[in-house]
């Protein structure tokens, strides 16, 4: 439990860098403005959980503090009139607490939140991950995963996304590399004043590789990158039993 508070205090420290509210101040911003706004956003709310095809098992639970870094195009008119002090970061920085469950037949659930300090963004999400294979000591574990994400606390902005992946991983010792593919998609629509924009539904395609460390038993480090037209980076520290 130490090692997890140790990283949750390092997860917390790491986000001021998007300490930012979002709200629309400027009335020319345009409609192909918007939506390429809505994907990068969009993606940065997205919930990847960062974990192994390998199901959790009936008795199994995974808890962990984590961040995720979303590559943003910061030098856009967008991303200057949409973020409160004109001045974005390069970067989406979202923490998050994840819990992760095994349930009978083969099957995981999880939650996440996520609110940025002194921002109003707060995200919640949820998942379901079913394996096809469990994996075995010379055979990958194949998986497929849902996930839901849906942005809170920004007045001006209704945000969702809904994802479908297929994942691989393979357990060698204490470590456990994994890879997929995913289908992102990013509902995003205005509930502003000063403009009117046409709703946004766009879809994302993106490749993702990660590691699971297991450095000490029960306690995992995993790093993820998603590559795709908005690159994601995440690492996570947790327990997994």
């Known amino acids: 439990m130490k090692r997890i508070i ?3 205090i390092f997860v917390l420290s790491a986000i001021s860098v998007f300490a930012q509210d979002i709200k629309f101040t400027d009335s020319t911003l345009t409609q192909s403005e918007f939506e390429d706004f809505s994907k990068e956003f969009g993606v940065g709310l997205s919930f990847n959980p960062m974990s192994p095809a390998e199901p959790l098992g009936v008795t199994g639970f995974d808890v962990s503090t984590e961040l995720v870094i979303t590559d943003i195009n910061d030098n856009e008119k967008y991303w200057k009139t949409l973020v409160d002090d004109g001045d974005p970061s390069s970067f989406l920085a979202a ?4 819990a992760q469950k095994g349930l009978p037949f083969k099957i995981d659930i999880g939650a996440m939140y996520s609110q940025i300090p002194d921002s109003n963004v707060q995200i919640w999400g949820v998942e379901l991950k079913y394996a ?3 994996g075995s000591t010379v055979t990958p574990a194949l998986s497929i995963r849902g996930t839901y994400s849906k942005l ?3 007045d001006d902005l209704d945000v969702d996304t809904q994802s479908g992946e297929i ?5 060698f010792l204490m470590l456990t590399p994994y890879a997929g593919i995913s289908a992102l998609r990013v509902n ?3 509930n502003s004043d000063i403009v009117e924009f046409d709703d946004v539904h766009e ?3 993106r490749g993702l590789a990660g590691i699971q460390i297991t450095p000490f038993p029960l306690f995992v480090i995993n790093f ?3 590559v795709g037209e908005v690159n994601q980076y995440g690492i996570k520290a947790g327990l997994r039993f």
């Open 152 to 154: 809170a606390g920004v």
């Open 188 to 190: 995003a629509s205005e």
């Open 203 to 205: 879809i994302i395609y």
């Open 95 to 98: 923490p998050r607490i994840h």
């Open 167 to 171: 994942l691989i991983s393979k357990g």
């Open 132 to 134: 096809i294979l469990e």
């Open 6 to 8: 140790i990283a949750a």
């Open 224 to 226: 993820e990158a998603s």
